[in-house]
């Protein structure tokens, strides 16, 4: 054990008040190193901090924040030592403000050590933060945590070898239990007697050299090696580029100019060549340090998901999942199959039985609330489970099994590319992924998006061009027997994605977005996260869809009963006739408004009537996919957006869609002769 | 909990409740990941449960 000392310590610093309720803490003795334990969340910090300190620790606010940080003191080698016990963090580049406070203890040069808490099940995770660590010139000892469960697991860590190479001292830990935290000590006072020391990270593809350019500016005084700032420049991060503009004597436009070159020259967004060489040197490092016998990951895993970034294979097998996943499976299997079941047996038993349930009530408008044309039970109950739901519980499943893959991260990476020209980074992924599932939940998600241009652009693009999962499986299943219409469509929605996005990016000014992301890897699903994903969403769904679907039905059936809804139908008919629709599509549109998954169910039932021809039903899906965003997506654009901005997006999308409709109209009609 | 989009782990109550600010008002059991701002879908506890029973040693 290292000399623990059972004292507390005052948080009366800088740092404020300590919140921890308890008798007061002695002061730290003077002259006292600082230690920050560092690493990702859940590694087992708070267990080493306890094992290094003792029972008595303070818990105050780090200075300007409200972000916790747990102190303790420790003899450490001869010499008494502040042991902070920091939040979690996966990487320099912070998201969070938990993050943003770990980060600054680093950065800061505030630790005279930095230990580096790692899981060492999950080495391959954990070793690029490793690096950036030892970029920042600060002693550092790595903590290998969690020994044990990895040796359990057949994961075997050669310590030594890994050490030799790292060039610190990597100390195999059982946390919990206090294994080898008696070693960890030593090695932290030793770091403490050798003190800082330049580490210069040799990164390969060019990406050293463009590192170093921008390195070679920075003139100004650095708390630590300026070259943990560099990296951060060039992945955009803010509060870093404040940082040098702070320090350096012409306010970083030297840097930033060097950073802007190296970037154009590089050819890739650098944030992510960084990224990818960092985890390339992490494997070289960990080779041969590293054994796992019969838990080796598959080879054809990491190389799968480095093909699945890479335009000229991730696009092909984007191509090949669309069609088995979306197409076969959501569209031909979900909204066909199963729905042809449902429905064959809501005709057989479910509408007779309540017919014959309400036959006996004399009154006409009460019997025809619950069984007639727009029935409770024959419309909104039939369309929620025998059409809707099984389409849903298709796409969730499909959408489930991309989720638990990390499918999802991949195709940003592969789309930032397509999407720079929209003014969208890759990150735009998120609400657009999230968009076919609900595009009221993904109007949301769009706040996360870095600048006010990509917020507005992926908000439009949204209420315009991506339909929810209903409104997809049913356009796929009626267009599945048409391949000349559902080209069409595909081309339309596309085609009106893509326009819409560059005019948007054109007419809104703003700087484009940055994107970076650490990948998580690849991974087979697995059955029980699949079923549990799935199960939740779907159990939401249903619960949201059932009451709304009731509730269109009684505003259908009072609408019908006042004759309001014969008025708006009316007045919409002329509009759908410009499209060569037929006057019941108008109140298909209607119930899109609503609902999209309403509209599509209507669109469903008129298909199956036989009331449309190929080219109306590509008409009838283009014009209802582009057509305005049902009542929650638009309440949720004035509430993301502001009034006038939801406003004016609704004023463009309805005519752009009967535009589309009109034009796709026109086009197919000509090529059928 | 971990991220579905990125993978970072986060506690369930330091995420935020997606569903709290939806106009609708419904309980759609969604956390937004604080890291990426995925909106991950919570499976209700008792189906946690059983899945561990049955499952006891495979990992959510």
């Known amino acids: ?673 | 909990m971990t991220c579905a989009f990125c993978g970072r782990e986060f506690e369930e109550d330091r995420g935020q409740p997606a569903c709290q600010q939806c106009p609708l008002g419904a309980d759609c059991r969604a956390v937004r990941c604080p890291y990426c701002g995925y909106e991950n879908p919570v499976p209700p506890p008792w189906l946690v449960k059983l899945r561990h029973w049955l499952v006891p040693h495979d990992a959510h």
């Open chain 1, 1 to 673: 054990m290292p000399e623990a000392s059972r004292s507390t310590q005052a948080a009366k610093s800088a740092a404020g008040p300590a919140c921890h309720a308890g008798p007061p803490a002695p002061a730290a003795p003077a002259g006292a190193a600082r230690v920050a334990l560092i690493g990702a969340p859940n590694v087992g910090k708070s267990a080493l901090f306890h094992r290094l300190t003792g029972h008595y620790v303070t818990v105050s606010n780090y200075p300007g924040t409200s972000v916790e940080v747990t102190r303790g003191s420790a003899w450490l080698g001869g010499r008494p030592a502040e042991v902070l016990d920091t939040p979690g963090l996966y990487s320099l580049l912070a998201w969070t403000d938990e993050e943003r406070v770990a980060r600054r203890i680093v950065l800061s040069g505030e630790a005279d050590v930095v230990v580096h808490v790692v899981d060492a099940k999950a080495l391959e995770r954990m070793l690029p933060l490793t690096l950036q660590l030892l970029e920042s010139g600060r002693p550092l000892v790595v903590a290998l945590n969690m020994i044990d469960e990895a040796s359990r697991l057949g994961v075997e860590v050669d310590a030594r070898r890994l050490s030799a190479r790292l060039g610190v001292a990597v100390v195999p830990v059982v946390a919990v239990e206090g294994r080898g935290v008696e070693e960890l000590g030593r090695a932290i006072a030793a770091a403490l007697a050798a003190g800082a020391r330049p580490v210069r990270i040799l990164y390969g593809n060019s990406v050293g050299e463009a590192m170093l350019s921008v390195r070679e500016r920075l003139v100004g005084v650095y708390p630590v090696d300026p070259a943990s700032f560099v990296a951060l420049l060039f992945q955009g991060d803010s509060e870093v580029a404040a940082e040098v503009a702070r320090r350096e004597p012409d306010g970083g436009s030297a840097a930033r100019a060097a950073v802007d070159r190296a970037t154009t020259a590089l050819g890739a967004p650098a944030s992510y060549r960084i990224s990818v060489e960092r985890r390339r040197l992490s494997g070289e490092l960990l080779d041969g340090a590293i054994v796992r016998a019969g838990a080796n990951p598959p080879r054809w895993l990491d190389v799968l998901g480095r093909l699945l970034t890479r335009p000229a294979t991730g696009i092909p097998v984007l191509l090949i999942v669309l069609y088995f996943g979306l197409y076969a499976f959501v569209g031909q299997f979900g909204a066909g199959t199963v729905v042809d079941w449902l429905e064959g047996g809501f005709e057989r038993y479910v509408t007779p039985f309540f017919e014959s349930l309400f036959a006996p009530v004399p009154w006409a408008p009460v019997r025809s609330l619950f069984v007639g044309e727009y029935g409770l039970l024959t419309l909104g109950l039939r369309y929620a489970v025998a059409i809707i739901l099984p389409i849903v519980g298709a796409f969730f499943l499909f959408f489930s099994v991309l989720e638990d893959s990390g499918y999802f991260p991949r195709l940003a990476l592969l789309v930032d590319r397509v999407f720079k020209p929209l003014g969208l980074s890759g990150r735009a992924v998120i609400p657009m992924v999230l968009g076919f599932a609900c595009d009221t939940m993904a109007t949301m998600v769009t706040r996360t998006l870095e600048t006010r241009r990509e917020r507005v652009i992926a908000t439009l693009l949204l209420a315009l061009a991506i339909p929810c999962s209903a409104q997809l499986g049913v356009i796929l299943a009626i267009l599945s027997g048409e391949p000349l219409a559902l080209a069409a469509w595909v081309a339309a929605i596309a085609g009106s994605f893509l326009l819409v996005g560059a005019l948007g990016a054109r007419v809104l000014p703003g700087a484009p977005a940055r994107f970076h992301m650490e990948l998580p890897p690849l991974r087979r699903p697995r059955a029980g996260n699949v079923f549990l994903k799935t199960y939740t969403r779907m159990h939401w769904y249903f619960l949201e869809v059932l009451p709304l679907f009731l509730l269109a039905s009684v505003l259908l059936w009072i609408g019908n009963l006042t004759g309001l809804f014969g008025v708006a139908v009316s007045a919409l008919t002329p509009v759908v006739g410009l499209l060569d629709l037929p006057p019941e599509t108008a109140a298909v549109f209607l119930f899109g408004f609503f609902r999209r998954d309403y509209g599509a169910a209507g669109l469903f039932d008129l298909d199956r009537a036989g009331s449309l021809d190929a080219v109306q039903l590509a008409v009838a899906a283009v014009t209802l996919t582009l057509f305005v965003p049902c009542i929650a997506q638009f309440l949720m654009m004035v509430r993301e957006r502001g009034v006038r901005t939801a406003v004016g997006m609704l004023v463009f999308i309805t005519p752009f869609a009967f535009g589309g409709g009109l034009l796709v109209n026109l086009l197919l009609r000509r090529l059928a002769g």
